[in-house]
């Protein structure tokens, strides 16, 4: 399966990923490891991004573009990909349409993961991580330590981080819903947009989506 994986900040995007394509046997392709890959290995694409990303400005659609389309042509996506962060706009989803026509491909799926807005800001305004080690992470409500302010693993102090702020947390939702959730639309209009509600627990969540990814009794 060929599948596009969208939804707001705080949807779980990373862990359904992860599940998903152990489940269905196809690559997770994230935006964050292809920059990640492509600089530390210092490709042209990487050296060109970086260099954009120390002068404090975007990284142009086509770069990213092109680092998407040279990773979804290694042999472990032959048989599908789930691409993660990729495309976050409508353009470059124009451009993953003309890169899979010319490849005689197309989408399988485009799943939306659906989280209300308050919801978001409650997951991620109440993360807490441990200053010792960033790997023991908490939250206020879901996932309380057992003394306030203090990690249950290491006795290092817990603190909120900048971008896990309310503030900043609506802003990057203002983001989405102008950058990104254009492309549901765009998606809809083609019949490729699967919605499943993001909230519950992560295995509950990904059994709905599993389900919801079923082909139906005309096999689509």
Do not use: W
């Not at 693993?153 to 254009?182: F, M």
């Amino acid at each position: 399966m060929r599948i596009v994986l969208v939804g707001p900040p705080g949807a779980g995007k990373g862990t359904q990923a992860a599940f998903l394509a152990k489940n269905l046997s196809i690559p997770h392709i994230s935006t964050g490891d292809l920059f990640r890959t492509n600089i530390s290995q210092q490709t042209e694409l990487g050296k060109l991004a970086k260099s954009y990303m120390d002068a404090g400005n975007l990284v142009p659609d086509e770069v990213t573009i092109g680092m998407a389309k040279d990773r979804m042509e290694k042999p472990d996506a032959e048989n599908g990909f789930l691409l993660d962060g990729f495309p976050r706009n409508v353009s470059q989803a124009e451009a993953l349409d003309e890169m899979l026509q010319s490849e005689s491909m197309k989408l399988d799926a485009v799943l939306d993961l659906e989280v209300p807005e308050e919801e978001v800001v409650k997951r991620i305004a109440g993360r807490r991580i441990c200053r010792k080690d960033s790997s023991h992470v908490f939250h206020v409500t879901y996932s309380k330590p057992k003394a306030e302010g203090v990690c249950d693993v290491c006795g290092g102090e817990l603190y909120q981080r900048d971008d896990d702020s309310e503030e900043t947390v609506r802003k990057r939702l203002e983001v989405y819903h102008t950058q990104t959730e254009p492309i549901i639309d765009y998606y809809k209009a083609h019949g490729l947009v699967v919605t499943v509600s993001a909230v519950g627990t992560v295995e509950d969540v990904t059994t709905c989506v599993m389900e919801a990814l079923k082909p139906d009794e005309d096999g689509k």
